[in-house]
C-alpha cells in the first residue's frame, strides 16, 4: 500500500527527498501515459471504495466502545503503527477510530465523501472537493493517522487567519488522540517556532513554511551534510542545534493547493540582508525616478504587461545618456544607468497604491496578492522597494541583497510525502500532474448544490457599473439575506463603498487596510442585511456561518465585480455562498472599463453593439477567452522557472545563494 512512512525526526538529520532529476524529451511521453491512465482510474475515486468499505464496517466496534476503551484502542493502534507502520486494515481502523473521535471531541462526524477525500490524501493524491464540502475536517483524518504512525505532518494553508482558525477548531480531537498540535503565525520569535515544529502537527502557511526553511539553510551554510552537522555539535557548537527549527520534510498536505503550488509559484521566495547604505543613493533613486517620469512609451520603452517588464528602445537609451551626464559619478556606467531607470519605469508603472502596496505610518508595505493581507517583512529586492518608497514620498529604507532562495516547486517535491486538496482542480489537472506528480481525485459531494446562477450583467461604463452593485445589493438586503461583494483591489473595494453609500446602503470593507478586524468580520458576514466588501482576504476557505433567517430568506448572495486572473479564483469567491447544502446565490456585474477590455484594440467595436444582447454575450466570451490566455501564459511562466531552476542545478546546495 502507498502512503507516508517513518523517517528520523531530528533538527540535525532533517530528512528530505532529493529532487528527481530533469525528464529526458523521451521520458515526458511515458509520464504523461502514466497521468492519463491515473486520472481514468481515479475517476470519482473507485479505489477508495474498498478502504471506504472497510472503514464502515469497523464503525459499529468504535461506536460501541467506552472512552477509555477509545482511548485503549487508540493508543495500541499507535504502537502497531510505530512498529509495523501502515497496511490496509490499520489505516482502516485508524480512520474509523478517528471518525468516531471527532464525534465526541467535536460533534461532528465524517461523512463519507470526507472519508473518500482523507483517504485520497494518505494515499499521495489531492482531493477536488466541492467548496463547502468541510476540507478542514476531513484534513483531519489524513493529519491524524500519520501522527499516530509516528510521521510529523504540516497542513499548509494560505493565510494565518485560516492556519489559526483550523488549528483551534481541530485541536480537541488531536488532543482526544494524544497528539500535540501548534500553529505557527507571522511575527513568532525562532524559539517559539521551534519549539512548534517540534509538535506531531503544525498549521502553518507556505511562506512561513518555505521561509523558516530557508532561515535554516543559512544557518546550515558550510554543513550541509548530515556529517558536517554532527561533527559540529562533537565540537560543542551548540549554537547551530538552537537556532535549527524543522525536523525536515515527511509529509505535508496543502489546503487550496491550486493556490499555493499554481498561483503562487511564479517566483521564488527570496530571504535578503540589509547592505550598507550609502549617502548618495537617495539622491539616486530621486534622479531615477524624475528622469523615468519625462520617458514616453513605445518611443522610450516598450512594455511587457505579463512579466512586468520594461525594455528601453534605442531612442530610449539615447535620452537616457543624454539625461544622466551631468547627474554624477553613479550614472557613468552604461549598464548601471539603464538598469536603475527601468527599475524605476517598472515602479512607476507597474506597482500601484493600494493594489500592490499600501502606504502605512509613512512606510511602504507589500500587499500579497493572492491572500489580499499585507506583508509588513518583506520588500522587493534590486532597489525596486526604495524607488517605491521614493515614488510615494517615503523615507528610504536600506537596501537589500539576495542571501538565499527557492521556488515553490523546488520546496515541494522535496517533502517524502505530499498531498493537497482544493475546491479548484480541474483547469489545472495536467500540471498538478506534470511538475509534481500529483494526480486529483474528484470527491463525490455529500449534500447537493443549492447555488443559483445570476445570469451575467455587462455595464458601458464602470459608472453604470457602481449603480448596477448597489441595486442588486440593495435588492437583496430588502429580502433579508446578506450579501457579499468581491472586489479585485483596495482602491476598488473603497469605491464600491462610497457608491452604496451615496445609495444609502451601509455595508462593512474587508481589505488589507482592515486586516486586524477579519475575525469579527467574517463572523457577522451571515446576518440579516450585512453587506459586506471584500478583496481576496474574503476568498479561499473563508467560512461564512449564515443566521437562520438569513438561511430562511435564500442565504447569501455574492456578487463578482471584475473577473481574477484565474477562473478558479472566481469559483472560490462564489463558493463562499451555498456552503453545506444551504441555498446561495452569485451574479457577475463587470464593464467595458474593466482592465479586461479596457486595452483591447476591439473595445470600441464592443462598444458599440453593446446595447444588444448579442453584443453584451460576445463581450463577455471575449473577456473569458482573455482570462484563459492569461491562466495559460501563468503556466508557462511556472514551467519556465522550473526549467531556470533545473538549469542552476538548485539541488540542497548553495550556489549563488539558491537552494
Known amino acids: 500500500m502507498d502512503g507516508p512512512g517513518r523517517q528520523p525526526t531530528s533538527v540535525l538529520l532533517r530528512p528530505e527527498q532529493a529532487l528527481p532529476p530533469a525528464m529526458r524529451w523521451f521520458e515526458r511521453p511515458h509520464h504523461q501515459l502514466k497521468g492519463w491512465v491515473g486520472r481514468w482510474r481515479w475517476r470519482k475515486g473507485r479505489p477508495l471504495d474498498d478502504y471506504l468499505q472497510g472503514i464502515v464496517d469497523l464503525d459499529e466496534i468504535a461506536l460501541a466502545y467506552s472512552d477509555q476503551q477509545l482511548h485503549t484502542a487508540v493508543a495500541e493502534l499507535r504502537r502497531q503503527l510505530l512498529c509495523k507502520g501502515f497496511d490496509r486494515d490499520s489505516l482502516c481502523w485508524a480512520f474509523a ?69 483550523d488549528a483551534e477548531e481541530m485541536t480537541p480531537l488531536y488532543e482526544y488522540l494524544g497528539l500535540s498540535v501548534g500553529c505557527i503565525q507571522q511575527g513568532m520569535s525562532r524559539d517559539e517556532r521551534r519549539d512548534i515544529y517540534a509538535k506531531d502537527i503544525v498549521y502553518c502557511t507556505n511562506k512561513e513554511l518555505v521561509f523558516d526553511y530557508l532561515k535554516d539553510h543559512l544557518v546550515l551554510k558550510g554543513a550541509a551534510a548530515t556529517m558536517h552537522r554532527h561533527a559540529e555539535r562533537l565540537k560543542g557548537n551548540v549554537e547551530m542545534d538552537q537556532q535549527l527549527m524543522l525536523r525536515g520534510l515527511h509529509f505535508a498536505i496543502v489546503d487550496e493547493a491550486d493556490s499555493v503550488f499554481m498561483d503562487e509559484a511564479r517566483t521564488p521566495l527570496i530571504i535578503s540582508g540589509e547592505t550598507h547604505h550609502n549617502e548618495g543613493q537617495e539622491q539616486v533613486y530621486q534622479q531615477a525616478v524624475t528622469l523615468a517620469q519625462q520617458l514616453q512609451r513605445d518611443t522610450h520603452f516598450e512594455q511587457q504587461d505579463l512579466r512586468r517588464h520594461i525594455q528601453l528602445t534605442e531612442k530610449g537609451e539615447s535620452a537616457v545618456d543624454t539625461a544622466s551626464a551631468n547627474l554624477g559619478a553613479y550614472w557613468v556606467g552604461r549598464i548601471r544607468r539603464y538598469e536603475i531607470v527601468r527599475q524605476a519605469l517598472t515602479a512607476l508603472i507597474f506597482f500601484e497604491r493600494d493594489r500592490h502596496y499600501l502606504v502605512r505610518d509613512g512606510k511602504v508595505q507589500i500587499i500579497d496578492a493572492h491572500t489580499g493581507r499585507v506583508m509588513p517583512d518583506r520588500t522587493w529586492e534590486r532597489g525596486l522597494h526604495q524607488l517605491i518608497e521614493t515614488k ?33 482542480a480541474r483547469e489545472v489537472v495536467g500540471e498538478f500532474w506534470q511538475i509534481y506528480s500529483l494526480a486529483v481525485v474528484d470527491i463525490p459531494t455529500h449534500n447537493a448544490l443549492r447555488r443559483e446562477h445570476y445570469p451575467d450583467t455587462l455595464c458601458a461604463t464602470d459608472a453604470d457599473k457602481q449603480a448596477r452593485i448597489a441595486e442588486s445589493v440593495a435588492r437583496e438586503v430588502a429580502l433579508g439575506r ?32 482592515q486586516d486586524a478586524e477579519e475575525a469579527e468580520m467574517i463572523a457577522a458576514a451571515g446576518q440579516p442585511g450585512q453587506v459586506t466588501i471584500a478583496t481576496s482576504m474574503a ?54 472599463d474593466d482592465e479586461w477590455l479596457q486595452r483591447a484594440w476591439y473595445r470600441s467595436l464592443l462598444m458599440a ?31 519556465q522557472l522550473l526549467k531556470v531552476d533545473a538549469r542552476q542545478g538548485d539541488i540542497l546546495a548553495f550556489t549563488a545563494g539558491s537552494i
Open 482 to 513: 446578506s450579501v457579499l461583494v468581491g472586489s479585485s483591489t483596495v482602491s476598488s473595494s473603497e469605491i464600491i463603498a462610497e457608491a452604496l453609500a451615496e445609495k444609502g446602503v451601509n455595508c462593512r470593507l474587508l481589505n488589507a487596510k
Open 539 to 592: 476568498g479561499r476557505g473563508t467560512d461564512i456561518k449564515l443566521h437562520t433567517d438569513v438561511h430562511a430568506a435564500g442565504g447569501l448572495h455574492v456578487i463578482l465585480t471584475e473577473l481574477q486572473e484565474a477562473s478558479r479564483i472566481d469559483r472560490q469567491l462564489a463558493g463562499r455562498g451555498a456552503r453545506f447544502g444551504d441555498p446561495g446565490s452569485v451574479e457577475l456585474i463587470v464593464s467595458m
Open 97 to 165: 477510530l478517528i471518525r468516531e473521535a471527532a464525534g465526541r471531541s467535536l460533534g461532528m462526524r465524517h461523512f463519507d465523501s470526507q472519508l473518500r477525500g482523507g483517504l485520497a490524501m494518505f494515499l499521495g493524491r489531492v482531493a477536488e472537493m466541492a467548496t463547502g464540502e468541510g476540507k478542514t475536517l476531513t484534513a483531519t483524518l489524513p493529519v491524524s493517522a500519520a501522527a499516530l504512525g509516528g510521521i510529523p505532518v504540516h497542513v499548509i494553508t494560505v493565510n494565518d487567519y485560516l492556519a489559526a482558525r
Open 392 to 424: 510615494e514620498g517615503c523615507e528610504l529604507t536600506a537596501p537589500r541583497e539576495t542571501l538565499a532562495k527557492i521556488s515553490y516547486q523546488n520546496f515541494f517535491r522535496r517533502y517524502h510525502w505530499l498531498a493537497g486538496m482544493t475546491g479548484t
Open 609 to 639: 453593439v453593446s446595447e444588444y444582447s448579442w453584443g453584451q454575450r460576445l463581450a463577455l466570451l471575449l473577456m473569458r477567452r482573455g482570462q484563459a490566455r492569461l491562466q495559460t501564459q501563468h503556466s508557462r511562466l511556472r514551467q
